[in-house]
C-alpha cells in the first residue's frame, strides 16, 4: 500500500545527499578529532566545515556552535547550564507551551536545584505576549526559555520582542528552535537570543545530533564532565557523521528555503480548507496566520486522538495526536489545554504536518481518508458491536 | 480480504495466536491493551497490561512484521474490574476479576472499537479455547484441544453476536510442544513466564488493595457458629471469603470453614465442612452461549471454579436466575462462575448469588 507520511514535526527522512555525506565519513574519515595526527586533523576538518554551515545557516561565528545529541541535549544544558553559574539569581521564566525538553528540565531544577520557576501563560491562540514576559521578570531572574514555534500547534511564538524585553532587563534569553530551524528565516544577529536549540532530524538530517547556539560572552557551565571537547561546554567524543549529517542537512535547508516554505505553506492551508470543508465542526488550533508552514493541528468533536491515528494508520496516513512522546495513553495535551480548550475537545487532537515530498495529491487523499474515518468513529459511539 | 486484530499480552500464547494468523495469510493488527497507568514501579511484577508487557508485545508484533498498536483501556479495566473486585470483597462476595475482564474489556470495549472504529473484521485472542461454526450458522464454544490448558470457563459469557467475530487460534494446538515449535519458527521468546497464581493488578496479597481500597470492610467483627453462638472476632469481611478455612480466633478444635459472610451485622459464620457444602445454589447473570437455554430444565456439567472438575447437575431456568441443583454437595463462594457443559461444549454460565439463610 502507497503510504502517505504527514508527520514532519515528528520526525523527516534523511536527504539523500545528506545520507551520502555521512556515508562517506563513515567510510573515510575514521580519526579522532582530538588526536593531532593527519586522521585526527581530517576528522576535525569535517567537524569544522559543519560548524561553519550550521553557523553561516543562523549568522553565527562558527565559536558559538556547541553540537550535542539533540535537541533535548540542548535544551537541557541552556537551561541547567545557565542557572548553575548565575550567582544569587534563581528565577527562570518559561511557558505552559514548551516542549517536555525544557518543561520538564524546568520542573527538575525547581524540585532538586532550589532554582525559582514562573511559568508564563499563553493566549487562546498560543501566543507568548512580551509583556507577560516583563511582567514576570524581577531582580533575580537569571533565564527566559521561550520556544521559537510550538511543535503542536505550530503557533509562531514573537521571540525578536521577547529577547527585546530580555535584553533591555538584563536577562539571558534562550529558545528552542527545533521546530523552525529550516522552514523559518533565523538569523542571532537581528534576532536577540543568547541561546538556541537545534535538533537535525527536524530538517532532514539524522536523528541523535543537535546544537546549541551559544552568543559569544553569554555564562554557561557544562553538564558533563570529561576530555573537555567543544571547548569543554559539552564534552565526549564527536559523533563526527552526525555533525557532518547535521551540517549538510541545515546547508540543504538555507538553499531550500525560499522556495520550499511557500510551497509547504500552500499545502498546509490546502490540509486546512479541505477539513475544514469534509469535517466543518473541526476546530483550527493555533494562530490563524501566525503559524508554521507545515503544520495544521486541529481539535475534532466527537473523536479521541489515538482511534484517530490508528484508523488512519490502517488506511496508510501517517499523522499524530499531541506529541509522539506520550502515545499509548490517552491524556490530553498541556499544550492543548494551556490554550483553554475543553478537556473533552482536547482528546481528539490531530497533527498533520506537510513535508518536502508531500503534494496536492496526497493531500486530498488524506482529506477524503479524514472524513471517513471521522464519520465511522463517531458512529462507533452510538453502536453496540 | 477480511481483517483481524490479535490482542496481544506480550506472553507467548497470544504471539503464537497472532503467528498463526499470519502464516494463514490474513490481515493481521496486533494490538496491546494498557490496564494500568504507565510509569511506576519498574520492578513491579509483570501482567499484562504494564509497560513491559506492552513491550514484549511490540517486539513480538515486529518479529512477525505486523502493525502494532497500544491502546489505552486502563480507565474500562480500573472501573470494570478493579473497582468491581474491590465492592465484591468488601460485600463479603468471591469475584472472578479474570470473567469481568473477558467480558467487559476485551470482549466488549475492545471488540467495539475494532469492529466500530477500526474497520477490522474479527478479533482473536490467545485463550486456549475452540470457537467453531456448524451447519447451521451458529456458533460454539468449545474446550481447548489441551484440556490440561483449557480457558473457556472464563469465557462463558460469549453469546452469538460476539463469537461471531471471535477467534481462539491456538485452542486448536494439541499441546505446549506445538505452541513452542511454532514460536521457534517465527523468532518468538518462549521463555514462558511463571504462571503466576496471583491476581495480575494485586500481586502478592489481594487483601492489600481491598484494604487500602475500601478500609470500611476491616472492621472487626464476630465470628459466629450457624446458630448463632459467638465463638471468636475476625479483623474484617474484607479479608474473608466463603469456604476458606478459618483461624480466626477460633480454638474450638474443630476444622471451620467460613460459611456466609453478613455484611450489615459483619458477622462471619462458620461451620464444619459438613455444614457448608451444598446441593442447590442460586445463580444470577445467566448468559447462554446460543442466546437461549437448551431448556427450562436441562441436564449438565457444571464446572465451578477455573480448571475445576465438572460435576453432575440440573439447572432450572427462570427469566434472569436459576436454580443449579447439584447430584453431589459442593462448595462455592458468592460472586463465582458456575459454567455449564456439555462434553466438551460451553452452554453457558452463571454468578452464584448471595444464598438464602
New interface residues.
Given amino acids: 500500500m502507497d503510504r502517505v507520511y504527514l508527520d514532519h514535526a515528528a520526525t523527516t527522512p534523511v536527504d539523500p545527499e545528506v545520507a551520502e555525506a555521512m556515508a562517506r565519513v563513515l567510510r573515510e574519515t575514521h580519526g579522532n578529532p582530538s588526536s593531532i595526527y593527519a586522521e585526527g586533523r581530517a576528522a576535525r576538518a569535517a567537524v569544522d566545515r559543519a560548524r561553519d554551515e550550521v553557523a553561516a545557516a543562523i549568522g553565527a561565528d562558527p565559536s558559538e556552535i556547541v553540537f550535542t545529541s539533540g535537541g533535548t541535549e540542548a535544551d537541557n544544558l541552556a537551561l541547567r547550564g545557565v542557572l548553575k553559574v548565575q550567582d544569587g539569581r534563581d528565577g527562570l521564566i518559561t511557558t505552559a507551551i514548551e516542549h517536555h525538553a525544557v518543561i520538564d528540565t524546568a520542573r527538575d531544577l525547581e524540585l532538586h536545584e532550589h532554582v525559582r520557576i514562573d511559568v508564563v501563560g499563553v493566549d487562546r491562540y498560543g501566543v507568548v505576549h512580551p509583556e507577560a514576559i516583563r511582567d514576570a521578570i524581577d531582580d533575580r531572574t537569571s533565564l527566559v526559555s521561550v520556544m521559537h514555534a510550538n511543535n503542536e500547534i505550530g503557533t509562531i511564538e514573537p521571540i525578536a520582542k521577547i529577547g527585546a524585553v530580555c535584553r533591555e532587563e538584563g536577562v539571558t534569553f534562550h529558545s528552542d528552535a527545533v521546530q523552525t530551524v529550516g522552514a523559518l528565516e533565523l538569523d542571532v544577529r537581528e534576532i536577540p537570543v543568547d541561546l538556541l536549540s537545534i535538533n537535525a532530524h527536524k530538517f532532514y538530517g539524522p536523528k541523535g545530533v543537535g546544537a546549541l547556539y551559544v552568543r559569544r560572552g553569554t555564562r554557561i557551565a557544562t553538564m558533563q564532565t570529561g576530555g573537555g571537547q567543544e571547548k569543554g561546554r559539552r564534552t565526549g567524543t564527536e559523533n563526527v557523521a552526525g555533525i557532518v549529517g547535521l551540517g549538510a542537512a541545515m546547508r540543504i535547508a538555507r538553499d531550500h528555503r525560499p522556495t520550499e516554505s511557500p510551497r509547504q505553506a500552500t499545502l498546509r492551508d490546502r490540509v486546512i480548507a479541505g477539513v475544514r470543508a469534509r469535517v466543518p465542526d473541526a476546530v483550527l488550533n493555533g494562530h490563524p496566520t501566525e503559524r508554521l508552514p507545515n503544520n495544521a493541528s486541529f481539535c475534532i468533536p466527537g473523536t479521541e486522538g489515538e482511534s484517530l491515528i490508528v484508523a488512519l494508520d490502517l488506511e496508510g496516513f501517517a499523522v499524530s495526536s499531541g506529541s509522539a512522546c506520550t502515545s499509548g495513553e490517552t491524556e490530553p495535551s498541556q499544550v492543548l489545554l494551556a490554550l483553554g480548550i475543553d478537556r473533552e475537545l482536547a482528546k481528539g487532537s490531530l497533527r498533520v504536518t506537510v513535508g518536502r515530498s508531500t503534494t496536492a495529491a496526497d493531500v486530498d487523499r488524506f482529506v477524503d481518508a479524514l472524513a471517513g474515518v471521522v464519520a465511522r468513529l463517531r458512529d462507533s459511539a452510538a453502536v453496540a458491536v | 480480504m477480511s481483517?483481524v486484530f490479535v490482542a496481544m499480552s506480550g506472553g507467548v500464547d497470544s504471539s503464537v495466536a497472532a503467528a498463526i494468523l499470519a502464516e494463514r495469510g490474513e490481515d493481521v493488527?496486533g494490538v496491546w491493551m494498557?490496564l494500568v497507568?504507565?510509569g511506576g514501579d519498574i520492578d513491579a511484577p509483570r501482567c499484562c497490561g504494564t509497560d513491559e508487557a506492552?513491550e514484549d508485545a511490540r517486539r513480538a508484533a515486529a518479529a512477525l512484521g505486523i502493525?502494532f498498536?497500544?491502546?489505552?483501556y486502563?480507565d474500562v479495566f480500573g472501573e470494570r474490574v478493579v473497582d468491581r473486585f474491590v465492592d465484591a470483597y468488601a460485600s463479603g462476595e468471591t469475584p472472578n476479576p479474570c470473567v469481568s475482564c473477558n467480558q467487559h474489556v476485551k470482549f466488549?470495549a475492545l471488540?467495539?472499537?475494532v469492529?466500530?472504529?477500526?474497520?477490522g473484521d474479527r478479533l482473536a485472542t490467545g485463550h486456549y479455547a475452540r470457537a467453531t461454526t456448524g451447519e447451521d450458522g451458529r456458533r460454539h464454544l468449545l474446550r481447548a484441544r489441551d484440556a490440561s490448558k483449557d480457558q473457556s470457563y472464563a469465557l462463558y459469557m460469549l453469546g452469538q453476536?460476539?463469537l461471531a467475530?471471535i477467534e481462539f487460534p491456538i485452542g486448536e494446538l494439541r499441546d505446549k510442544s506445538e505452541t513452542r515449535a511454532i514460536a521457534a519458527r517465527f523468532g518468538l521468546a518462549t521463555a514462558t513466564k511463571a504462571e503466576s497464581m496471583d491476581i495480575c493488578f494485586a500481586p502478592g496479597d489481594y487483601r492489600e488493595l481491598v484494604r487500602e481500597r475500601a478500609p470500611e470492610a476491616f472492621v472487626p467483627g464476630p465470628v459466629e457458629r450457624a446458630d448463632g453462638t459467638q465463638i471468636g472476632t475476625h479483623a474484617g469481611i474484607g479479608a474473608l471469603t466463603v469456604g476458606q478455612r478459618t483461624g480466626v480466633g477460633v480454638a474450638t478444635g474443630e476444622r471451620l470453614y467460613v460459611l456466609r459472610l453478613d455484611t450489615e451485622r459483619r458477622a462471619a459464620v462458620v461451620g464444619t465442612r459438613a455444614e457448608i457444602a451444598r446441593t442447590t445454589y442460586v445463580l444470577t447473570d445467566l448468559q447462554f452461549v446460543a442466546g437461549e437455554p437448551p431448556s427450562s430444565r436441562f441436564a449438565t456439567n457444571a464446572v465451578l471454579r477455573y480448571r475445576g472438575i465438572p460435576l453432575a447437575a440440573y439447572v432450572d431456568v427462570d427469566r434472569s436466575h436459576a436454580t443449579l441443583d447439584l447430584a453431589a454437595p459442593a462448595l462455592v463462594a458468592p460472586g463465582q462462575a458456575a459454567v455449564f457443559y456439555d462434553g466438551d461444549e460451553v452452554i453457558g454460565g452463571g454468578v452464584v448469588a448471595r444464598q438464602p439463610l
Fill in positions: 481483517r493488527v494498557r497507568p504507565s506492552g502493525p498498536y497500544a491502546l489505552d486502563a466488549d471488540l467495539h472499537d469492529v466500530r472504529k477500526f474497520g453476536r460476539e467475530r
